[in-house]
């Protein structure tokens, strides 16, 4: 399962041992105070309840953190006994389904959190002494960035469930500051001709962002924006989700056995719109990027719109192509890590940010917002880069390769920078609503 062997060319080797050291530490540290607020704003009944058949309960969250921590970083990093061996299948994710987890013999609330916190005070003890070099897990600090990330996505997976749960709001953040209404350009022409795509050295990047390779684009325009609220109503009242010209056929046969005819958490009110947001009920703001939206519903709004989804590497031209240079940076805005100033991540804010805001985020070709607010849909499937290889597990990328999952792009408000770069890769089911998706649209230079 795990690969151990002496690394031949790795990432991140010239890179200070030290400064890699602080980084991890800082990932560890920000992801577990996150996991923390996260599960201990509600009561022990929410924590062990399963407030929808697509999510976990939040304790099981919670404990899966702590044993993924516990195999990869005392286990395998440091070739530690196992502390409570006997649990690892209750909190192995592909021996059971979220909808049968409620029946498990999980650990307590309680308990859960004295192992975690047990896991985490031996993993920084190793990551104190780790020689940061040696073998592919340990090189630049991979394996304390993998958890890291790892605890970042399940951080996000909680917030999606904290969204589904009834009962009183439990979670409060600052909004995003306010911008003007976006003004400028609705699309923007991406040059056709190759690019390099995916990475051969960030050195925490995940198997499937591997290896780099260049990839041949044909012109195209893509929006400047995220689609706002205010235009996927104008889909809704045009009767979008009546006019089967407009839907994939999976789609539509979906929409109708499940009666759906607007954004998930959505609801008409008289002449409004109003949304359900983390126990708060509000009109649905026209400026912000919609969210809640499946594949499907995304696919079909672009086709009445008379455009597409971008694919996927059209997706990562435009957020990473620095024309100037012929070069492909870490983020739109550069090789910088990303700052307040550059995109709404981390949980900041509860709620995607309007339309045109960071300009500093926005890419050289001037397209804003790639990163952070919300994931967006792509055309594409999730498929291997050519040269692919599994690392350390097939279960992470491998098994989910396929045409049944669509590739999601730029992360959202509940992604952590850690967990979010200009080559990340992620992907669901095309009927997923739950999860903090919108998309932004497409069409090529000829049409």
Known sequence: MTDLSPAVATDGGTADPEALRARALTSLVV?????????????????????????????????????????????????????????????????????????????SP???????????????????????????LTEAAFAFGMIAQHEQQHDETMLITHQLR????????????????????????????PFTMGT??????????????????????IDTTPVTNAAYQAFIEDGGYTDPRWWAAEGWAHIRAH??????????????????RFGVTEVVPPDEPVVHVCWYEADAYARWAGRR???????????????????????????????????????????????????????PLGVRQLIGDVWEWTASDFLPYPGFRAFPYKE?????????????????????????????RNWDYPIRRQIFAGFRTARSEDV
């Open 396 to 424: 992470y990328s491998q098994v989910f390769f396929g045409p049944e999952h669509k590739v999601l792009r730029g992360g959202s408000f509940a992604v952590d920078a850690v967990a979010c770069r200009g080559t990340f």
């Open 259 to 276: 009666g759906i005819g607007a954004p998930l958490f959505w609801r008409r009110d008289g002449g409004q719109w109003l949304r359900r």
């Open 31 to 107: 992801a577990r105070d996150r996991t923390t607020l996260l599960t201990s704003c509600v009561e022990e009944p929410d924590l062990t309840a399963q407030h929808s058949p697509l999510m976990s309960p939040l304790v099981w969250d919670l404990a899966h953190i702590g044993n993924q921590e516990e195999q990869w970083l005392l286990r395998a990093v440091a070739g530690q006994e196992a502390i409570r061996p006997e649990i690892d299948s209750l909190y192995d994710a592909f021996e059971h389904p979220r909808a049968e987890r409620p029946k498990l013999p999980l650990l």
């Open 309 to 363: 989804l971008p694919t996927e590497a059209e997706w990562e031209k435009a957020a990473r192509h620095d024309p100037a240079g012929d070069r492909s940076t870490r983020y739109p805005w550069g090789d910088a890590d990303p700052g307040p100033e550059h995109a709404n991540l981390g949980q900041r804010h509860l709620r995607p940010a309007p339309a045109g805001s960071y300009p500093a985020g926005e890419s």
């Open 166 to 193: 009834t009962g009183p709001q439990a979670l409060t953040a600052p909004d995003p500051e306010p911008v003007g209404l976006f003004t400028g350009p609705s699309e923007v022409l991406v040059p056709g001709g």
């Open 200 to 221: 051969s050295d960030e050195p925490w990047a995940l198997d499937n962002e591997r290896p780099a390779h260049r990839r041949e684009v044909a012109p195209f325009y």
């Open 110 to 136: 309680a308990e859960a959190r004295s192992y975690a916190a047990d896991v985490r005070a031996r993993a920084l003890d190793v990551l104190e002494k780790a020689a940061l070099h040696g073998t592919r």
